[in-house]
């Protein structure tokens, strides 16, 4: 098992396969092309031990990687809330008047932490049409509700009491929750998006007791919606010094002494001393790339627009700005 | 019974008072200037006939006039913080240890409804830090915690419901609500404070059934703060047209006809013409004068830092920047 | 001469015809329906008496009313856009590679004022890329620079003094100014917008001797494009009063003294008189609509997107996203 | 000379120290504790030599390292805005009546770019108050003004020649250029700040054929103000590799094969291969605190009240406010 932190099922399966040459035990992956540039992959977890493993519940976890969800290009943007929407509806599966409420999660004043709140700031909010003007809504617009209750920081009030208090008054069939994750590599920062059918557990294996956001503590499913936004500092050190081993190891075969004295770093340890050596000089440093405006940003739009496809059987993308003010 | 919208106990009274010379039955004033440039009233409903004249349920309504509130000076605006903490607490009264929400209600996206979610941003939210590090917090410090909920048109959920559903988990002692108010005379907007221990009927009277914030709807006392930040379109020209009438009056002694015909005219009556005559117009027009933003940005601080000083019995204005970050 | 205060040249007019029941002399007015919704008219002053009249130099005035653009719809939006980029083109008639300088005047922190600094924000800027990468960009893109000076009580330097600096670096061959006015009519606001071939002289008139944007301070054509996004109090007032009036005349038919007193008011006089008794209550109150963060966003995405039609030739109002960030 | 990307003279001295174990030649450093938690050092290059080594121009570069910076507490930000304004008036010298221009070059969108038009959003502007209302100012107050002009990519024109082009106008006696600025370690990141008295040029030394902003081109001195918000990845990645790289040295003693390996590693030479190994991944990364919000804000009100301080010498911090907004 992995000390590396993640947030992403997808990330946790890499290491241990990388670790150990062979896949998970009892989880089942599938990975393919959804079309140029999106490639699609699937972790279920099916059993505890591959449970304990990737580090999340049982359940299905779903990923987008689009390295180039990063340059923008609205063409391009447009596709990709639609693939979205498509990978998002697997997992949802919404019910003609089901009402969804979406949470965004999040610090709105800490700009890698504001994703949430970017979201549900640019999503189709229709519950409250429906009770005032039903007859106003054509076919196939849904009740949405949605909500970015702040952090503890901000309120003074655990995130998931605002939330579940708020659920025993709406009493939605289902709950999307949208957070900024953590990730091990740079590479994915803004560029990869999980759907997950289990919920969130904020901070959960730290010895953190704070409420969670899945079925359990809420009544209803809650799907989780992430994108890496951070990756700590330490994790960019290691993976640097990765590359740099790779390339040692290369370099060295005529070396017997070196070949065995960096091939027998073990790198789960590695990581630990780079942690333990970067702690006194940068604390726990988590660093975020300088354009983490403009990525969030992009984020935002892509997922609200996925979400207001996928809820709203009815609507097509261009129909959307029609009820967005 | 004025016909003239008014969120202010203050004014419907004075209204009442032009109308009838006499005070309003069932409600006893009181009048002081509370230090230069600062002038508080109280009006006391004591009984329903009070009530329906002034449109606004039995209990205490404080309000202070400080015609300068708009010119900025930081020094007068610390005078003001504190005598405005001074006021509050006749009213809130806070026991030690009595934990306080503060709901900052309004859309944050619109500036003249925007107070109060800017002032919960600029509160000293504490109620998390009693529970992480009791020990670390002086005596004085009080729990507070503090959200801005939006309103229905963002979030598609009544936003009583949240409040309440929050209630319901964090189970406080006392709420504060926060809210922009109309007034009938451009003289009172961002000038005027009104404090009133019976909470708040969102567009009470007008037909509109949503939830109440106050003590039956919530459970526990909710005092209400408000400042005046738009006017209706109709008052304003209504209001020009009783200076004009009673200039016209005044220049029409000699003129038996012209001078009866003025006086004739029922204020009540003119400005429900007044209203029948604009709408075809401007619609329900509400305005609020052009340095919207510097005004909300003013005011909020003032209510911000009194609600600090008056929650936080250990506390001094001075202390405040130490804890708000 | 009117002394009713409206940065309108089309509304200069309609007060001089409603006075004098004649077309101003020395200007030339042709209006029609540009398609449905959509009023233009064109204001030619060709003479001094005609710009002394409507208090603004020899030249053309483009008017366009949309009383429909306070009611945000994706399509409206975009078809308005491209109207505006064609009565704009009847003005601006660049030439292939000319450099166009845009400026939107303002004070970006106070909303009303904020209309040029937004529009600035939305334009596809290329001047840079033309320098830089020349060959990169498809034919049909002009060099288009842009910039937001501020204002003096932000800055301390006179704002025509910022520009006129840029301009002697620059070099441009038009200059195009972006800029909240002053309306004498609620119904104006945020559904009128001027194009005007004759750059723009802040305050004229009022004795004020700030330093034009015209083509003798810059030494190039200056295209003004305004919006109205304020009211002065008064005006309101005096506005409502005139219907007022009229009702008054109707309905006094029978009663020969009203009818001569009220017919007698002479309304430049009138307004004269609300001004003044305004001004002890209220001082030069200056009104904006509640809506109006909504006003200002959805009419600088009309601007915006008119200019970046109307300037680069080869691009369509679907390509434009391609090129902002 | 070294590779490695800084902006700050203090920490191209350091490298230079460390790798040849003596002080850059041409240049003579002083350092000193200035109060408990501000450690200050001066170091003025005096010829070529140290000019080329250090990578900057000859003069004076004063550098303020405050680590308790990015631990925000009201009366230490008072106390750093007061010891900046003493380091500052070291190089700035203001004389009576002399005019300063303020600069805030950076991109107001992207966070860690902002922190130079954060500055003057905040500074207090008065040369068009000596202007217009000469006498009602106390003495002591200096004509600044101010103005943030964005960035090549948002206006399309070099951000040095709208500030020459202001300059020709206003004619001041000495400009100030605020930026954000590169570090090669995360402990300096808003934690240091940079003060010298020759300008800033921008890319620097990487064929970037830029205007700078200097006495030259500029025809006044020019007083730089910068403080790192961003690290390069690469530069990140490099100082972990150092920490480890010398705990193996320690831990090799024993071991020569090793200890010869890792010593014979060229640091230099070691920087490039980590940025050759890191670009395919993450091209060139820059990276930034997550707190990055914050860090800005903080350091912007540091800055500014010290410049407030400095340049108005009539002026107590706690008169700033009542001038300010």
Not at 80 to 109: C, E, H, P, R, Y
Not at 124 to 143: D, F, Q, S, W
Not at 181 to 210: K, Y
Request: hydrophobic share 40%.
């Amino acid at each position: 098992m992995s000390n590396i932190r993640t947030d992403l099922a997808m990330e946790a399966r890499q290491i241990y396969k990388d670790d150990n040459n062979c896949e998970v035990p009892g989880v089942e992956v599938t990975e393919w092309e959804e079309e140029e540039g999106i490639n699609v992959s699937t972790v279920k977890i099916i059993d505890e031990v591959g449970a304990k493993i990737i580090g999340k519940p049982i359940g299905t976890y779903i990923t987008m990687e689009i390295p180039g969800l990063r340059h923008y290009d609205a063409d391009f943007q447009d596709k990709l809330s639609i693939s979205f929407a498509k990978q998002l509806s697997k997992i949802v599966n919404i019910q003609k008047d089901s009402t969804a409420m979406v949470v965004g999660l999040g610090n709105w004043n800490i700009t890698p932490d504001a994703l949430g709140p970017r979201v549900v700031s640019k999503l189709m909010v229709t519950r409250h049409l429906k009770k005032y003007m039903p007859n106003e809504l054509k076919a196939g617009i849904n009740p949405v509700c949605a909500m970015s209750p702040g952090v503890l920081g901000i309120t003074g009030i655990e995130t998931a009491e605002i939330v579940h208090g708020t659920v025993l008054k709406v009493k939605p069939d289902i709950i999307i929750v949208i957070d900024s994750l953590a990730s091990r590599s740079f590479e994915r920062v803004a560029t990869t998006i999980q759907i997950g059918d289990t919920g969130l557990s904020p901070g959960s294996g730290v010895g953190n007791t704070r409420m969670s956001f899945n079925k359990a503590s809420m009544g209803v499913p809650v799907i989780a919606i992430g994108v890496p936004t951070v990756v700590d500092g330490a994790t960019l050190a290691n993976d640097t010094l990765d590359l740099i081993m790779d390339k040692l190891i290369e370099e060295s075969k005529g070396n017997n002494e070196l070949y065995k004295m960096v091939s027998s770093i073990n790198r789960d340890e590695k990581y630990l001393m780079i942690k333990e050596l970067l702690t006194p000089y940068i604390g726990d440093l988590v660093v975020t790339p300088k354009e983490v405006d403009t990525l969030i940003e992009d984020a935002s739009k892509i997922i609200a627009n996925g979400i207001n496809i996928a809820l709203h059987t009815g609507v097509e993308l261009k129909d959307i700005n029609r009820y967005l003010n």
